[in-house]
């Protein structure tokens, strides 16, 4: 299984249209999580501008899937989104575990 990161740029009224797309963001997100494709998930703060997803997948298809469907994507909620596929190496669950 592969990591991929998920960048969201925050339009400039995130945070006041938050409270209205919440809810169906977080049933979205925590339904992934059950199906363990979402490891985790949260904003950058100071300031709040950016969300950042972590995935784990055979392919990018399942994050593009989420974030295509995602309320604050379709919403005007994020200005932009990219994903990145993230090489982890360290770690128990690492997708290649490299050891010195």
Do not use: C, Q
């Not at 249209?17 to 949260?42: C, N, S, Y």
């Not at 005007?76 to 050891?99: F, K, M, P, Q, Y």
């Amino acid at each position: 299984m592969k990591h991929y990161l998920l960048f969201l740029d925050f339009s400039d009224s995130y945070e006041a249209r938050r409270p209205e797309f919440r809810t169906e963001h977080l049933e979205k997100a925590w339904a992934a999580v059950e199906r363990g494709e979402l490891i985790l998930a949260g904003a950058l703060t100071d300031p709040l501008d950016t969300g950042v997803i972590l995935f784990k997948g055979e392919s990018a298809a399942v994050v593009e899937k989420f974030v295509k469907d995602d309320p604050y994507v379709n919403n005007g909620l994020v200005r932009s989104w990219r994903i990145r596929e993230w090489a982890t190496v360290v770690g128990n669950d690492a997708s290649a575990i490299l050891r010195p």
